[in-house]
């Protein structure tokens, strides 16, 4: 047995270089199906199926807090201890904050730079079950209060700043001008988004602001902290939910006023890390196995082609003895050298796919640096191979395994019958394909709408020439409390008043702001208030908002209209009355049925003795913050002289190119303070671009996989027709000898053309319409079963479809009467 396989291969081998044509055709066609399958299994795998890289990782939980309709809220310091130290359920709880600093005294970089870390429990390494590849980890000790900063660092930057350099360990650097001292390197494969380093906390629970020396631990107000817990072993997620729910229920009744409404949601920390990217995912898998399906059709396709040829071959064969088993299984060996060749190609493809879908999908996908073609890939890819041999082989193999012996040994002897069934073979075959490019197609052309719906919504300001940095001043050297008091010190007012200053006096500039938050850049910041004359209730929490810090030219360099009263100015400032610009979502909410310029609002107790209260004295146009797609949230906006803030985003608008004066900028930004980095610069329009990069992707692959399918359909039809004129040559003699015109034998091909279309294409619209369901979720303001989008993608693939037809039809009106006449058929 072994040596009849053998014998098949290398038969099957010698056949397959004899034929250089098909074979190159075949397995370029294989290797753009299994590649593109490959590379998004790939991507599947390692962000779906494979466990975090983490010790006994589906033990590790992520501890959301919710709030009345905020289903995704941090913890303040004291939730976290109560959490602490009240649980039964969990064997480790940890908690941290992002938080960016300005590096300096360490590495090659001359300038000063603003790195991106996390500020964590002391536990948090411990929690993970992840020990650092150079140096230690933190300690107990170094959780306590007064303790030293420590830092480690991520291999990458370890590798980027510190040349990789193993004495790093015990080199002293400042964050935000405090004195740090570098412990250790992560291992290469601990990767957190968009971390670099990490630093344990001053004050026991993570720090709310460097150098900030307040005690937090009793903060029951502003939370800020995220939440991490390892479930003790043998109990399970909705154990411990039930726990913390008594837990929360508790705390309730111990700060009625703070934890109305208040509670905790559980989720396995592997769903968080995934979040939304699943259902896209799986989408796209789904969509390059249709690929491969259509793939297997043309490939089977282009095989009984080649088989109709071997007529002879497969006749003799059998008259020597080779059963039908055999040449079926010789057939189904030539079509596995042909897929397993497709997809050592493939693989290759897939790499470059790879590297391509991480530049696209960075900021989209989660764990995406963690993909690669490995191990498992590649058994995968090998049974893919395999199975997708033995699909497209089978139909050709059964067809073609069965020769009428007496009709196939005659000199050009044909069966009808036999090339009748295989007609109705390859017919069906370029139906399947049509339908199913179909169902690709459609797909893509909603999604291509719904995006192109989305870039055109007005997000309430205009993105065009504006430039954006982000600063984030120490406070070490910027004293100030960081709670919206009023109590605040005049550095950080006469840093950032110096630079919109010279900033504003830079050739092309024509207005700067700051902002604490930009809009649709994926952060937000926000605070609960009162409202004067509404009283509070018990139990209730009062209105919270989100809030942006700003500065008087803010709504110039954005476009935003004013609606109603006035836009902050420069005499709002710290000794002038506390003022708030509202936006319409906010004034509609609160105050329905009035004018809601004069009303004022508090962020302090109104029941307490003298509450400061701030007076809104403008409304302005709604902007969209969190997406372009989201309907924009109540907003109301402070004056930066009045409160002011360390972190901050700069906004200038130019008349010129705004990346022109990125170097400009940070030259009179450092002029004020060298020690001070500016940190993502881009532009609005980049902004503006990344938060609809999941869209892009989706439509863009799921694009790319609709136009390979397109391309195949059509290089299918284009070979039905092919053989159909050949086999029809002696026909198509007779008719024109008899006075048909080349209309008339037009008219004979491209209709039987036409007919499989349409065929393919039916099938394809009831496919079109159960599938589609499945992007209601990607969609916006465009149905799943758009009519428009239907129709327009329907004509589009008759008409390609119909034009790949044309053209061997073309060919059969030109043929000479007598040479087809001649030709046996």
Not at 132 to 145: I, K, T, Y
Not at 252 to 257: A, K, L
Not at 445 to 460: E, F, H, M, T, W
């Amino acid at each position: 047995m072994i040596a009849d396989l053998w014998q098949d291969l290398r038969y099957g081998a010698r056949v397959l270089v004899k034929q250089p044509g098909f074979t190159l055709i075949a397995v370029l066609t294989l290797a753009l199906g299994i590649g593109a399958n490959t590379a998004i299994f790939s991507v599947v795998y390692h962000v779906l199926l494979k466990p975090l890289p983490y010790q006994d990782s589906e033990q590790l939980v992520w501890v959301w807090g919710e709030q009345a309709a905020r289903k995704q809220t941090p913890h303040t310091p004291a939730d976290f201890l109560d959490y602490q130290r009240r649980n039964q359920s969990f064997a480790q709880m940890a908690a941290d904050r992002n938080m960016s600093f300005a590096l300096g005294g360490a590495g090659q970089s001359a300038q000063p730079e603003r790195v991106d870390g996390r500020i964590v429990s002391a536990n948090y390494f411990v929690l993970l079950g992840v020990a650092p590849r150079l140096g230690r980890s933190f300690a107990p000790e170094d959780g306590q209060a007064g303790a030293a900063r420590l830092v480690l660092l991520s291999h990458r930057y370890w590798q980027q700043r510190f040349g990789g350099e193993a004495s790093v360990v015990g080199q002293s650097l400042t964050l935000s001008g405090e004195p740090a001292t570098i412990v250790g390197v992560m291992p290469p494969d601990f990767r957190e988004p968009g971390v670099n380093l990490w630093t344990n906390p001053r004050l026991i629970v993570p720090d709310f602001a460097t150098n900030l020396r307040d005690d937090l631990t009793s903060m029951r107000r502003n939370p800020y902290l995220s939440v991490m817990a390892r479930l003790k072993p043998g109990v399970t997620l909705p154990q411990a939910q039930a726990d913390m729910d008594a837990i929360s229920a508790g705390l309730r009744q111990e700060y009625p006023d703070l934890y109305g409404g208040k509670g905790v949601r559980l989720v396995a920390l592997h769903e968080f890390v995934v979040g939304n990217t699943k259902l896209t995912l799986l989408l796209l898998f789904g969509a390059v196995g249709l690929v491969l399906l259509i793939v297997c059709a043309n490939v089977a396709n282009l095989t009984m082609a080649r088989a109709a040829t071997r007529t002879k071959e497969f006749a003799l064969r059998a008259a020597l003895g080779a059963g039908r088993g055999r040449l079926i299984r010789q057939l189904l060996n030539e079509s596995v050298l042909l897929a397993v060749a497709g997809a050592a190609l493939g693989i290759f493809l897939s790499v470059w796919g790879l590297d391509l879908l991480k530049k696209i999908g960075a900021r989209t996908i989660p764990r995406l640096a963690e993909v690669n073609v490995d191990l498992v890939v590649l058994i995968v890819t090998a049974v893919v191979a395999v199975g997708t041999g033995i699909l497209f082989g089978l139909i050709p193999a059964f067809a073609s395994a069965k020769p009428e012996l007496t009709e196939a040994l005659k000199e050009g002897g044909r069966s009808s019958t036999t090339g009748a069934r295989r007609n109705q073979v390859r017919n069906s075959l370029v139906v399947a394909e049509i339908a199913l490019a179909l169902v690709l197609l459609v797909g893509a052309g909603l999604l291509l709408k719904s995006y192109a719906r989305v870039q055109n919504i007005d997000p309430g300001f205009d993105r065009k020439n504006i430039l954006t940095a982000e600063l984030d001043l120490p406070s070490s050297k910027y004293p100030g409390s960081a709670s919206p008091d009023y109590n605040k010190g005049a550095a950080i007012t006469n840093f950032w008043n110096e630079a919109l200053r010279r900033v504003q006096q830079l050739p092309g500039v024509e207005a700067v702001a700051f902002a604490n938050v930009l809009p649709l850049s994926g952060s937000n910041t926000d605070s609960s208030f009162s409202i004067e004359g509404r009283e509070m209730r018990p139990n209730e929490p009062g209105p919270d908002e989100e809030l942006r810090n700003i500065s008087p030219d803010y709504f110039r360099v954005l476009k935003t209209p004013l609606l109603r009263g006035r836009f902050l100015t420069e005499a709002d400032n710290a000794d002038a009355p506390p003022v708030v610009i509202i936006n319409e979502a906010l004034a509609k909410k609160y105050w329905p049925n009035e004018d809601a310029l004069g009303k004022r609002i508090t962020f302090s107790d109104p029941r307490k003795p003298n509450p400061k209260w701030v007076t809104v004295v403008g409304i302005i146009r709604s902007i969209r913050h969190r997406a372009l797609d989201v309907d924009p949230a109540p907003e109301y906006y402070l004056s930066l002289a009045q409160d002011p803030d360390r972190d901050m985003v700069l906004t200038v608008r130019s008349s010129q190119d705004p990346r022109s004066l990125a170097s400009a900028v940070r030259r009179e930004i450092q002029s004020i303070d060298p020690d001070q980095p500016l940190a993502n610069i881009r532009t609005l329009e980049d902004v503006t671009a990344e938060s609809v990069a999941p869209r892009r992707m989706s439509m863009v692959l799921l694009g790319a996989f609709a136009g390979i399918a397109l391309l195949l359909a059509s290089v299918g039809i284009y070979g039905v027709i092919s053989y159909l004129v050949v086999q029809r040559t002696h026909e198509i003699g007779v008719r024109m000898a008899l006075g048909a015109q080349r209309g008339d034998v037009l008219r004979l091909v491209v209709g039987h053309a036409a007919k499989l279309v349409g065929i393919g294409t039916i099938i394809g619209l009831v496919l079109a319409v159960f599938s589609t369901r499945t992007l209601s979720s990607f969609l916006y303001t465009v149905g799943a079963f758009d009519l428009a989008t239907f129709l327009v993608v329907t004509i589009a693939l008759g008409a390609v479809a119909l034009l790949a037809s044309y053209i061997p039809a073309l060919r059969a009106t030109r043929a000479d009467p007598m040479i087809a006449l001649s030709h046996n058929g």
